[in-house]
């Protein structure tokens, strides 16, 4: 489904990923993992197409149009004035696009996501009076609606009750079993372990990527440590057609 080739992406010609390759097989189910700055929320926007690609490339086996994206809740600006059930709707702009009307069978689509994350009775309530748990729902509503075959998923969990994750997971393992693709950047390897088929673990670079057994290693684990304790963001300029092998320390 998304095939990566020797990617590098960089801030200020600092890389924040750099030579990643590898592929997500359709239907997979992935976690992404590793320290923070490793490059895991980089990797889903360059995915998605929010951040342009330094070298290397992206291949995607779905259009674009057929891909959702969550963003981290700290991302969102939750003071927009907008109700649940229009959020919820949003998730239709795929089918209908900025000029279509949404249509009774839509509609019907929408009241069905929201009852599918719990919500009834909350479809005039206005977003920013949710509270995180429950915004989350109403943003996997969205992402029902909108009937991708490539879902990205960043921190999907963080900051959330127990109950609303167990909801969240249940509509994750609901994707798998449709074939749908589904890549999800995490920070808990208990969680990865016990939901997950597929990891990527990351520190800028690739350190292992394939089967949670293969990867979830405590060799793994300390080198992504060790990489990261020596980030050096004054380090050279990392250039993107050298080999791993060729670049700079970073």
Same mark, same amino acid.
């Given at each position: 489904?998304?095939?990566?080739?020797?990617?590098?992406?960089?801030?200020?010609q600092?890389?924040?990923?750099?030579?990643?390759?590898?592929?997500f097989?359709p239907?997979?189910?992935?976690?992404?993992?590793?320290?923070?700055?490793?490059?895991?929320?980089?990797?889903?926007?360059c995915?998605?197409?929010l951040?342009?690609?330094?070298?290397?490339?992206?291949h995607l086996?779905t +259009?674009r149009?057929?891909?959702?994206?969550?963003p981290q809740?700290?991302?969102?600006?939750?003071?927009? +004035?907008?109700?649940?059930?229009d959020?919820?709707?949003?998730?239709c702009?795929?089918s209908?696009?900025?000029w279509?009307?949404?249509?009774?069978?839509?509609?019907?689509?929408?009241d069905?996501?929201i009852?599918?994350?719990?919500?009834?009775?909350?479809?005039?309530?206005?977003?920013?009076?949710?509270?995180?748990?429950?915004?989350?729902r109403v943003?996997?509503?969205?992402?029902?609606?909108?009937?991708?075959?490539?879902?990205?998923?960043?921190?999907?969990?963080n900051?959330?009750?127990?109950?609303?994750?167990?909801?969240?997971?249940a509509?994750l393992?609901?994707?798998?079993?449709q074939?749908?693709?589904?890549?999800?950047v995490?920070?808990?390897?208990a969680?990865?372990?016990?939901?997950?088929?597929?990891t990527?673990?990351?520190?800028?670079?690739?350190?292992?990527?394939?089967?949670?057994?293969?990867?979830?290693?405590?060799?793994n684990?300390?080198?992504?440590?060790?990489?990261?304790?020596a980030?050096?963001?004054?380090?050279?300029?990392?250039?993107t057609?050298?080999? +791993?092998?060729?670049?700079? +320390?970073?």
């Amino acid at each position: 489904m998304v095939t990566l080739h020797n990617l590098t992406v960089s801030y200020r010609q600092h890389p924040a990923l750099h030579h990643i390759s590898g592929s997500f097989a359709p239907g997979s189910l992935s976690a992404v993992i590793g320290p923070n700055g490793s490059g895991k929320s980089t990797l889903l926007k360059c995915i998605m197409g929010l951040l342009r690609a330094s070298g290397g490339q992206i291949h995607l086996n779905t +259009p674009r149009q057929r891909i959702a994206y969550l963003p981290q809740l700290t991302e969102l600006d939750r003071s927009f +004035p907008m109700q649940v059930r229009d959020c919820v709707m949003l998730g239709c702009w795929g089918s209908v696009g900025p000029w279509g009307g949404v249509n009774a069978a839509l509609l019907r689509r929408v009241d069905a996501a929201i009852h599918s994350v719990g919500l009834e009775g909350f479809e005039q309530r206005a977003v920013g009076s949710l509270s995180s748990g429950q915004l989350q729902r109403v943003l996997f509503a969205r992402l029902l609606v909108q009937d991708a075959e490539l879902i990205l998923l960043d921190e999907p969990f963080n900051a959330i009750d127990a109950r609303t994750t167990e909801a969240l997971l249940a509509l994750l393992h609901q994707w798998h079993e449709q074939k749908r693709t589904v890549i999800a950047v995490l920070h808990d390897d208990a969680q990865v372990r016990a939901h997950f088929d597929q990891t990527l673990l990351l520190a800028r670079e690739l350190v292992a990527w394939g089967s949670i057994e293969e990867v979830l290693t405590s060799a793994n684990l300390m080198r992504a440590r060790a990489l990261a304790e020596a980030w050096d963001d004054n380090a050279d300029i990392c250039h993107t057609d050298a080999s +791993p092998s060729q670049r700079s +320390p970073t």
